[in-house]
């Protein structure tokens, strides 16, 4: 199986754009997708398939893939948007976490 | 709306068995659309995948956990499990079950898969 290499931590001013990497040697055979988890809460799936956002997630989580890394990206971040994120994908019928990106809005 | 629910005892000894269950609520265990499968998260660290088990039976689990992972279903209680045995302190964790979607605009691929919804997680301690 492969890895996928998240940075540990981003900071972002409200109303900025965040951006969270997410690289993996084999990323471009596979479909990623990004979960958020706020504290105490369960993980969530803002973004599938490189760039499909589920009903109810706002427009200004958006996903990209180029190369090997695949980036979520936050437009107009707002200080709800804080969490822990982290980015998937799957190597045959095992699934790989990223090791989780956590979102400071400052 | 579909809803999962994850049950079973908060402690557990070492060298014991861990046994959860998730309950699904809102709809079929059966569907045809989804999968299902654990991940767990020990305290102030990442997510761990487990494993999935899919509607054809088929099982696949975590290397690491492999030869101590048993993930099963029971669509007459419309539940799902799992068995992780000879645990250690390092297995505790929050455990969460969820379900795997694989369609998007009207194609069901696996390449497609994703884990679009989770149970509210139960933390498990293991200590004697």
């Known amino acids: 199986s492969f890895e996928l290499t998240q940075p540990p931590s981003v900071s972002v001013s409200p109303g900025q754009t965040a951006s969270i990497t997410c690289s993996g040697d084999k990323l471009g055979n596979q479909y990623v997708s990004w979960y958020q988890q706020k504290p105490g809460h369960s993980p969530v799936v803002v973004i599938y398939q490189d760039n499909q956002r589920p009903s109810g997630i706002p427009e200004r989580f958006s996903g990209s893939f180029s190369g090997n890394t695949a980036t979520l990206t936050i437009s107009g971040t707002q200080a709800v948007d804080e969490a822990d994120y982290y980015c998937q994908a799957w190597d045959s019928y095992t699934a790989i976490f990223g090791g989780g990106t956590k979102l400071t809005v400052l | 709306q579909m809803q999962l629910q994850e049950s079973g005892p908060g402690l557990v000894k070492p060298s014991e068995t861990l046994s959860l269950t998730c309950t699904v609520s809102?709809?079929?265990?059966?569907?045809?659309?989804?999968?299902w499968g654990w991940i767990r998260q020990p305290p102030g660290k990442g997510l761990e995948w487990i494993g999935t088990i899919y509607y054809s039976g088929s099982t696949y689990y975590n290397p690491s956990l492999k030869s101590r992972v048993t993930i099963s279903v029971d669509t007459s209680k419309n539940q799902f499990s799992l068995r992780l045995t000879s645990v250690t302190a390092a297995d505790t964790a929050m455990f969460y079950c969820v379900r795997v979607g694989f369609c998007s605009g009207g194609s069901c691929y696996d390449t497609l898969r994703y884990f679009d919804l989770w149970g509210r997680g139960t933390l498990v301690t293991v200590s004697s």
């Open positions: 809102g709809g079929s265990i059966s569907s045809s659309g989804y999968y």
